[in-house]
């Protein structure tokens, strides 16, 4: 079955420590995005690549960094300049700008 | 800069009864809307995606509708079931920002058995 997988499930930070969520799509879809979810808010763009080795700035990308070396792969690495980085993260993909957005099943951060 | 708002937060229905989701957004120049649900700590899953030129869209008991002009989406949910309990969230794409998503915080739906 075509999907996008996220992993880890649940991870935990450490202070002054940066983490990798994963994400791999078999979707062949060329974009792909990271989001934040905060309790009681809508989703918020952190960064999106429309094509491998490209990829753009969100809405709130400070203290967070991404690569998209391959089509399948876009992990986010949330760094220790994220101050509050306790969240739920959701990674996505899509084909074109009129088809929907495929979401994994999520990572949720926190810190110890 | 597009705002898009869901009203009410969380509502509680008893099973059977037909219900409706809004949606509604500042700017009318949208290049789709899409509704999706969220079930507790999981990812979204899309239920139904209407272009800016359709007005409707139907999947099973689900019906979203799109009326541009007033800057208003619906989705309604027939016969409601304790299974359609869950966040349901619609999301923007405007023909700016690189057709990125404008998110509404969403509506928490509880089906009362």
């Known amino acids: 079955d075509g999907g996008i997988t996220q992993s880890p499930k649940y991870l935990f930070r450490k202070e002054g420590q940066n983490v990798t969520l994963s994400c791999e799509q078999n979707?062949?879809?060329?974009?792909m995005y990271w989001y934040r979810q905060d309790p009681g808010q809508g989703l918020r763009l952190i960064y999106y690549s429309q094509i491998v080795n490209d990829f753009q700035k969100g809405d709130i990308a400070e203290g967070y960094s991404v690569s998209r070396e391959k089509k399948e792969s876009f992990p986010l690495t949330v760094t220790s300049a994220q101050k509050n980085p306790t969240a739920f993260y959701l990674c996505?993909?899509?084909?074109?700008?009129?088809?929907?957005?495929?979401f994994g099943d999520g990572t949720r951060l926190s810190i110890l | 800069k597009q705002e898009v708002t869901q009203i009410p937060a969380a509502l509680s229905v008893p099973e059977g009864e037909n219900l409706v989701l809004n949606c509604s957004f500042t700017d009318s120049a949208i290049y789709n809307l899409q509704w999706f649900r969220q079930d507790p700590g999981k990812g979204l899953t899309s239920l139904l995606l209407?272009?800016?030129s359709q007005r409707e869209q139907t999947s099973g008991r689900l019906n979203a509708s799109l009326d541009k002009s007033s800057g208003r989406s619906t989705l309604y949910i027939a016969a409601s079931q304790p299974g359609d309990s869950a966040t349901y969230l619609c999301?923007?794409?405007?023909?700016?920002?690189?057709?990125?998503?404008?998110w509404g915080a969403g509506t928490k739906l509880i089906i009362k058995p």
């Open positions: 999301a923007v794409r405007g023909w700016d920002s690189n057709y990125q998503l404008i």
């Open positions: 979707l062949n879809h060329d974009a």
């Open positions: 209407i272009q800016s």
């Open positions: 996505a993909s899509s084909g074109q700008h009129n088809q929907p957005q495929h």
